[in-house]
């Protein structure tokens, strides 16, 4: 929906530029490259963030299955550490060899 909602904001902008401007053809062309430049850079930043949102929830779920996941060559799993949700960080649970050990969600696999 935001894209149609893109593409009708992009179509008046078009339209406006090309009925009440002063500017010549050329000058056109050049400000809707950048437009278009800006907007496919606008959605690949998207998929790539989606792309890493999947990867995050992916892990949390094997996490929260009692899986043991890969971390950079640690292995996480919920016997020795716990998940803080606000930031997506492992942390070395009390009583274990990793106590106070901190792993990012987002190293693992």
């Known amino acids: 929906m935001a894209y149609?909602?893109?593409?009708?904001?992009?179509g008046l902008f078009f339209s406006a530029m090309h009925y009440f401007t002063e500017l010549n053809k050329l000058?056109?062309?050049?400000?809707?490259?950048?437009?278009?430049?800006?907007?496919?850079?606008?959605?690949?930043?998207n998929a790539y963030s989606q792309r890493q949102r999947q990867i995050i929830e992916t892990v949390v779920?094997?996490?929260?299955q009692n899986k043991t996941v890969d971390c950079d060559g640690i292995d996480v799993n919920s016997t020795n550490y716990t998940l803080s949700i606000g930031t997506y960080t492992f942390i070395g649970k009390k009583n274990t060899p990793f106590y106070g050990q901190m792993v990012s969600a987002y190293q693992c696999k």
């Open 4 to 10: 149609i909602v893109g593409f009708i904001v992009a």
């Open 27 to 45: 000058q056109k062309i050049m400000i809707t490259i950048a437009l278009l430049i800006f907007i496919s850079g606008a959605i690949a930043f």
């Open 61 to 64: 779920i094997k996490f929260n």
